[in-house]
């Protein structure tokens, strides 16, 4: 193993963070939390992980921090920060760092991979899709709703041995982890999801997955986005198959009423991340030649809701 | 463009090289075909594609060469020689060689662009898969039975201009062709079907895809094969749909009674392709930890059927 008992720094710690990060110290790993909102609730409270699947997890003497300066030098850092905030990782990632560092986004979205191997070279960059559906319901409480597989991955590159190290590490953290030999497959493969999901559930101002596909209209959008995603995906060079619209239909309806993290935010006016999710696959469509009448018909009417502003004219 | 105007050879001149190599050279492109057995005969009676799909092609005056030496330096190599007979690449291809030129193998199986990165270096390999159904009829006689779109990749990094180049290239000849950004993917995709159609058609002593689809039995084990070696797939990192069993038993139906290239190498004593399509893709299965019983029968089946002497022991 290259990631023999690594140092492991949690870099955003909402949902996602809190939950594949709180997993990982249950499993008895070194791991440090970058905490900005909930810090001194969870000092105080510690970290709870509910689950219907797993079980409940209680998570107590935490290593939290509010600075990446008191973490230190890691050999794992997983970012699990919204991409609205990349900018922040310019400042917040170099305490981190040390020789062979590996940087992991669990980001949502295109162009994660890509804004961390501009900063800090290529070599130090991994990916991971999390087909795993978690709400932060209150300060350091974090529902986990739907199990997933992670696929996790190499930007630059075949995988190698630390590529195998974290899959291990997750592995017997009790996650359902397997190394992808092509990350941005895999990455496509979630937009199959996001896109719509996220996507209708803004565009009709709040509306559950649930509800979603209970309304006739909104189901058949949901269906129409996803193959046209597919086809995009396979323009882009990215094969997935067309079972994967009625598989995600039986899977979403299984979610329940399940709230993507996108309307959450939307909901409570926070940033979106319209860019990583609908605007750089809508510009990739575009230049791959593919039809992408509705996924730029949605991508309108998101940034009409969440405001221009915030939106660029790409 | 990098690959303006280009010099093409293509090495290995059946059923496959003179498809792809004929329908460049009759999109005006500059080929050079190096063949060994039908050589005299195509220079004297020209090629011959027969198609109920496309319409009848017949090209002559072809460059036609029964030594790489005489072809000289090419900008592009096709490689469609039998991957039993890659040892002769060392010796074929250095005279085809010059600064930039690239090495497409369109050989089936597994191994094929390792072996070529190891000789020449990886930088020039770049791979394709032809999901198509030919036979080579007679001498410069080639039958085009079922059309199929070719995914073209780099063996090492991403795409570039000489792989958007080739894709164009193919394009203006006729050819249904893409970029995959995963071209093992795309290699293990072809094996799901290889493996158990070709497979059977051997241990089952000569049938056809139409007769083994016939056979209540036989179809039933292609169908457990094809899961198997998706689920071998998986196990490796290359994420396959479950779908692809259903689409290929319709999509084999289509070709009626085809005789897959393995089973007429069979019946003619010729040299079976038995590592590069099961052995490697079992071994790495047995690796990756994926239950390979139904891959380890037929290979055990194969080799038997071929001789014993044919088969490494893996």
């Known amino acids: ?5 690594p140092r492991i720094a949690i870099v955003g710690s909402g949902a996602l963070g809190c939950f594949y990060g709180g997993k990982l110290l249950n ?91 501009g900063l800090f070279g290529e070599q130090r960059v991994m990916g991971g899709l999390c087909f795993v559906c978690l709400n932060r319901i209150s300060p350091g409480v974090i529902r986990h709703i ?39 497959t895999e990455r496509w493969r979630k937009l199959v999801w ?15 997955t649930g509800a979603i596909l209970s309304d006739r209209h909104l189901r058949a959008r ?27 239909v039986v899977l979403t309806e299984g979610m329940g009423a399940y709230r993507p993290s996108s309307v959450i935010d939307y909901a409570k006016g926070n940033e979106v991340e319209v860019e990583a999710i609908w605007g750089k696959a809508l510009r990739m469509g575009i230049e791959a030649g593919a039809e992408v009448a509705l996924l730029g018909a949605l991508y309108d009417e998101i940034c009409a809701s969440v405001g221009s502003r915030k939106c660029k004219s790409g």
């Open 222 to 248: 949901a269906c129409s986005l996803m193959r046209e995603v597919i086809e995009i995906a396979r323009c882009c060079g990215h094969e997935l198959p067309l079972s994967l619209v009625d598989e995600q």
């Open 1 to 5: 193993m290259v990631l023999t008992d």
């Open 146 to 184: 739907a199990e997933g597989r992670v696929a996790v991955g190499e930007f630059s590159g075949s995988p190698g041995p630390r590529t195998y190290d974290v899959e291990l590490l997750f592995q017997r953290a009790g996650i359902s982890c397997k190394v992808s030999q092509c990350l941005m």
């Open 27 to 117: 499993s008895g790993l070194d791991v440090h939390f970058l905490m900005r909102n909930d810090l001194e609730h969870v000092n105080r409270a510690g970290l709870r992980i509910e689950s219907n699947l797993n079980g409940n997890l209680a998570l107590s003497d935490l290593s939290i921090h509010g600075d990446t300066q008191d973490i230190g030098p890691c050999d794992l850092v997983i970012i699990a920060l919204k991409a609205t905030d990349n900018e922040a990782l310019k400042v917040l990632i170099p305490p981190l760092l040390k020789e062979n560092t590996a940087l992991l986004t669990l980001q949502n979205g295109l162009g994660n991979e890509e804004y961390l191997a």
């Open 194 to 208: 996001n896109i719509p999901f996220n996507g209708l559930a803004i565009a009709s101002e709040g509306l559950d």
